[in-house]
């Protein structure tokens, strides 16, 4: 039997009993119909993956005991994905896409020309969390509140490169700006900024253009979606800067069901 794969917020250690929300527990016991000493894994992004079992706690609830570690924590990349807000699906799709191409932070970013004018963070962050679920990571990222694009760059963190998608096609290639990092560039904490559909304002790439460690690229010859622009920008900057380039770990993984074979 395949584990199901869980994200809690309690701490993880052997021999204890982790209460498992509702919903968790409905997954459980109504879609994946999983009985009583059924397999589990469980994350919380801070104590690595622990083998856990299924047990009853009454009629609706239950929790996980918790058995063996099976992964230490690991360092991730720390990456930011700020973002202008598109539509409902296409939000969706950059919160769970995002987070399988391994961003530490998503941080929607109010521009002059967002069209869209609420975003539902809690909706994002379950996104995130199920995405992490199904692709064997050991964190979820932070998901922030939006910010207005000027309040973000007012205050920047000193150190952190920014990495600027200019659809005005002013930038040079992104391949060859991220390829030609030293070593010392490649290990700083990074952002990537994406604009809305109808672009920044001038005064925004102004602003952008005068953090100190910015740097400006073009995302090739093609005008893509914003949605679109943020993952092939995030792909890139995992092959050439991220963890892409360590080797990757062998994981007894069945890719149709995205579960883990335990």
């Not at 879609?31 to 469980?42: I, S």
């Not at 990571?137 to 998608?165: F, K, N, Q, T």
């Not at 002013?170 to 604009?195: E, N, Y």
Request: glycine residues 8%; neutral net charge; contains cysteine.
């Amino acid at each position: 039997m395949s584990a199901a794969r869980l994200f809690v917020e309690a701490d993880l250690s052997s021999g204890i009993e982790v209460p498992l929300e509702e919903a968790q527990v409905h997954y459980l016991r109504h879609v994946l119909r999983r009985p009583d000493g059924a397999p589990l894994l469980l994350f919380n992004g801070r104590d690595g993956e622990w083998r856990g079992t299924l047990a009853a706690r009454g009629k609706k609830a239950a929790v996980a005991e918790i058995g063996d570690l099976t992964r230490a924590q690991e360092s991730e990349p720390d990456v930011w994905l700020c973002f202008a807000p598109v539509k409902r699906a296409r939000i969706d799709f950059i919160a769970e896409k995002a987070t399988e191409l391994g961003v530490s932070v998503l941080q929607p970013v109010v521009t002059r020309h967002t069209a869209v004018e609420r975003v539902n963070v809690a909706r994002l962050r379950a996104n995130a969390i199920e995405a992490a679920e199904q692709t064997e990571r050991l964190s979820v990222p932070e998901v922030r509140e939006p910010i207005d694009l000027g309040r973000l760059l007012d205050a920047w963190p000193a150190g952190r490169r920014l990495l600027m998608c200019d659809e005005t096609g002013g930038g040079p290639p992104i391949g060859d700006v991220l390829g030609q990092l030293d070593d010392a560039a490649r290990a700083a904490p990074w952002a990537i900024l994406i604009g809305p559909e109808g672009g920044f304002a001038e005064s925004e790439l102004g602003a952008m253009r005068r953090i100190r460690d910015v740097v400006s690229v073009g995302l090739g010859p093609r005008i893509l979606r914003a949605d679109t622009a943020a993952l092939a920008a995030l792909a890139c900057w995992q092959a050439l800067v991220g963890d892409w380039r360590r080797p990757t770990p062998r994981l007894a993984t069945d890719y149709r069901t995205s579960k883990v074979t335990v």
